[in-house]
Nanobody, 124 residues
């Protein structure tokens, strides 16, 4: 497993932007599929985006065209660039990692490694 630490959350007005970062420690970072999930109050944790070992990406329909996931294997980091934020994007965002890509898919089994989560609040 890898250890994950998120940063970059905060409060932003609707239409604004934020960039989340996730620093990973552990070996063989490049062999992991990486992703982001989020959980709003009273709701289940949901898939947001993933980036796989080969660089392919996958997004939830609700964020397509607004969020971009990327990774820097040399720095053991993954990023989530969020633009045109909406109040419904308000949630705790979690970085996740797994060596099996199937665990970073919409509706898939949960990934093995999680960060502690970071709050993103979008005001209207």
């Amino acid at each position: 497993q890898v250890q994950l630490v998120e940063s970059g959350g905060g409060l932003v007005q609707a239409g604004g932007s934020l960039r989340l970062s996730c620093a990973a420690s552990g070996r063989a970072f490049s062999s992991y599929a990486m992703g982001w999930f989020r959980q709003a109050p009273g709701k289940e944790r949901e898939f947001v985006a993933a980036i796989y070992r080969g660089g392919g990406t996958n997004y939830a329909d609700s964020v397509k065209g607004r969020f971009t996931i990327s990774r820097d294997n040399a720095k053991n980091a993954v990023f989530l660039e969020m633009i045109n934020l909406k109040p419904e994007d308000t949630a705790v965002y979690f970085c996740a990692a797994d060596q099996f890509s199937s665990r970073l898919q919409i509706g898939g089994p949960r990934p093995a490694s999680w960060g502690q989560g970071i709050q993103v609040t979008v005001s209207s």
